[in-house]
């Protein structure tokens, strides 16, 4: 059984920091695609930042040169610093763990709420 869980999300003033973590259980997190997404209300679930396994990333353009991911796969963890923060940026942030190669697999995290005030 393979468990996502999120933490460090918020409330914080525009202009802040935040960390958000992901710890991954199972065995899968070192042959995983890790993703961190994200969904205000009313809208879509997008991607925010993705990193490979071979540690090639992206970004979506709203986050880009604020937002950083990173991974440890020695301690199954994945992590988005998030700089800068603006109000456009609350949402729930959800971890995401895939593979598109054998053995196939596509795991969320529950989210944790991230809130930017003005």
């Known amino acids: 059984q393979v468990q996502l869980v999120e933490s460090g999300g918020g409330l914080v003033q525009a202009g802040g920091s935040l960390r958000l973590s992901c710890a991954a259980s199972g065995s899968i997190f070192s042959i995983a695609t890790m993703a961190w997404f994200r969904q205000a209300p009313g809208n879509e679930r997008d991607l925010v930042a993705q990193i490979t396994t071979g540690g090639s990333i992206n970004y979506a353009e709203s986050v880009k040169g604020r937002f950083t991911i990173s991974r440890d796969n020695a301690k199954n963890t994945l992590y988005l610093q998030m700089n800068n923060l603006k109000p456009e940026d609350t949402a729930v942030y959800y971890c995401?763990?895939?593979?598109?190669?054998?053995?196939?697999?596509?795991?969320w995290g529950q989210g944790t709420q991230v809130t930017v005030s003005s």
């Open positions: 995401f763990a895939s593979r598109i190669m054998s053995p196939f697999f596509r795991y």
